[in-house]
């Protein structure tokens, strides 16, 4: 008899998280889409409609609305609304509040796309592109203490170096404007996210034991056995986060272990800071022309990574879709074999986590390669911080010890993992 799977996280009961992430934190990043649309709309009648269309979503969030079929022609389209009508329960509609938390705010996305996509002047509109790109500016001490660590050299075994790397990686997903929506709106709020940056290995040093499965070891395992192999990247947020992610690949790419990165950037405008193409192209042009000598000299390397043919961008709609990772094989199968190329996978951040949990809530306990090995037939590692009620692969008792000490340590931030399939 096949295992009953445990519940996907849904918006059910007042007053936790997901709950007040539907009725409080989506509205509010909603409604700065709205501003940035009209802002970018003028006088232009058919920009206009498409910020009304917006409004329309907001009142349609706020009033528990049915959640209508994907009808803007894109290739997307069709998978969206067969998972929409698969996720209907009885004949009742469909609802925001009664979705699973991860399809309604997947579709909350993909509806701001749909109604730029109905004026030519926004179809391409990104409406989170300036605060991504405040984000940036507000990380500029953090990024210039780290360019002068990585240019300088990290200290330590090549193990030691690659720890540090990946823990900074790791903790450079605590910026997510997503959570933050109305952080760049005040000095206090660009504080709070300044403060979230780790920097130096001495910052690391109290975090370790925020750390709640740590598999760098084995990782390290991995990746010391490569010479010239191919490392992909599925990246979560811009700013801080994707420059920690890129001394972390710069590394690896100039110690020999990686010949190719493989880039995997995000089509749509996504989760207010996910990096597109466009995010991640402009961040590198922008370092590269920084006045601090060693934020530029990494700005040039990465330049020349990317002009050698070295490292790669790529963008696939599955990276959009409001589907568990699981689901790859069917929906994007030439996805999954590209992926099956690389000699290691990395997977920033906690969406890419909560679709590899397929976003149910798993007993802590539960191991980690028994929930995600659906996902691809190559060496994967998930470095991600707890900001969702989901986690497994953690040893018995850490999740009690945790939330002994700090209730809501699932979605506070604080916490931690680094966790791994290692396949031969």
């Known amino acids: 008899m096949a295992q009953e799977l445990p519940p996907r996280l849904n918006f059910q009961t007042e007053g936790t998280f997901p709950h007040t992430t539907l009725v409080k934190r989506m509205p509010v990043i909603l409604r700065q889409a709205v501003d940035q649309a009209e802002r ?9 409609s498409a910020t009304g269309k917006l409004k329309a979503l907001l009142q349609e969030m706020g009033s528990n609305g049915r959640l209508t079929p994907i009808n803007d022609g894109g290739d997307d389209a069709a998978a969206w609304n ?11 509609p469909l609802t925001w509040l009664s979705a699973p938390w991860l399809l309604a705010e997947c579709y909350m996305y993909r509806r701001v796309v749909a109604a730029l996509r109905s004026s030519a002047r926004l179809a391409k509109f990104d409406p989170f592109l300036e605060s991504k790109q405040q984000s940036f500016s507000g990380a500029a001490a953090a990024i210039r203490e780290l360019s002068g660590l990585v240019v300088a050299g990290v200290p330590g075994t090549p193990a030691e170096q ?18 933050h929506a109305d952080a760049m709106e005040s000095e206090a709020g660009e504080q709070a996210l300044q403060d979230m940056q780790s920097r130096s290995v001495a910052s690391l040093a109290p975090l370790k034991e925020n750390i709640l499965c740590d598999t760098t070891q084995a990782v390290w395992g991995k990746v010391a056995g490569l010479r010239g192999g191919r490392i992909d990247v599925v990246l979560d947020n811009a700013g801080y986060e994707l420059f920690t992610d890129l001394c972390l690949l710069h590394w690896l790419t100039t110690v020999g272990h990686c010949s190719k990165v493989v880039w995997h950037t995000k089509e749509l405008p996504w989760f207010v800071s996910d990096t597109s193409t466009t995010d991640f192209e402009w961040m590198v042009d922008r370092l590269a022309q920084s006045d601090t000598s060693a934020v530029a000299t990494l700005g040039a390397a990465f330049q020349k990574h990317l002009e050698s043919g070295a490292w790669v961008l790529k963008s696939h709609p599955f990276w959009t879709l409001p589907h568990e990772f699981s689901q790859i094989g069917t929906l994007a199968p030439d996805l999954r074999a590209d992926l099956g190329s690389a000699d290691l996978v990395f997977l920033k951040g906690d969406l ?12 802590p306990t539960t191991p980690f390669d028994e929930v995600t090995r659906a996902f691809c037939d190559t060496t994967f590692c998930s470095l991600r911080t707890l900001k969702a ?9 850490v999740a009690e010890r945790v939330s002994a000490v700090q209730e809501d340590w699932m979605v506070a931030g604080i916490y931690g993992v680094i966790q791994s399939v290692i396949t031969p």
């Open 162 to 179: 690659f720890a540090v790397l990946i823990q900074l990686s790791l903790w450079g997903n605590k910026m997510d404007l997503s959570l």
């Open 82 to 92: 067969a998972w929409l009508s698969a996720l209907q329960d009885g004949p009742a």
């Open 352 to 363: 890419n986590y909560r679709k590899l949990l397929a976003d149910r809530s798993w007993d």
């Open 389 to 397: 009620n989901l986690v497994c692969g953690l040893d018995p008792g």
């Open 40 to 48: 970018a709309a003028g006088e232009d009648a058919d920009a206009m």
